[in-house]
């Protein structure tokens, strides 16, 4: 059983930033890929970021330039640095992780961007 727990949401002023967490815990013995998800109320969850063999990374046009996926392989733990935040970046964040058995998601965590 695999377990993704997100953290580090929250409420920032237009034009601040946010890290957001992902910890993996259970049995995980190779990960295709990794993500970042966000669902805004109304809309259709989208994909942010994706992160494949530690490495190659994949944006959504909207955060290009302002987000960046990171992993630390030794914690199972992925990170989303969000640096100028804009009010159409508030959603609830999933992340994902794809394995061999499976996709499993985290439980989000909402970022909300007010003045």
């Known amino acids: 059983q695999v377990q993704l727990v997100e953290s580090g949401g929250g409420l920032v002023q237009p034009g601040g930033s946010l890290r957001l967490s992902c910890a993996a815990s259970?049995?995980?013995?190779?990960?295709?890929?990794m993500g970042w998800y966000r669902q805004a109320p109304g809309k259709q969850r989208e994909l942010v970021a994706t992160?494949?063999?530690?490495?190659?990374?994949n944006y959504a046009d909207s955060v290009k330039g302002r987000f960046t996926i990171s992993t630390d392989n030794a914690k199972n733990t992925l990170y989303l640095q969000m640096n100028s935040l804009k009010p159409e970046d508030t959603a609830v964040y999933y992340c994902?992780?794809?394995?061999?058995?499976?996709?499993?998601w985290g439980q989000g965590t909402q970022v909300t961007v007010s003045s």
């Open positions: 994902k992780l794809d394995l061999p058995g499976g996709n499993y």
């Open positions: 992160i494949t063999g530690g490495v190659s990374t």
């Open positions: 259970g049995t995980i013995f190779r990960i295709y890929a």
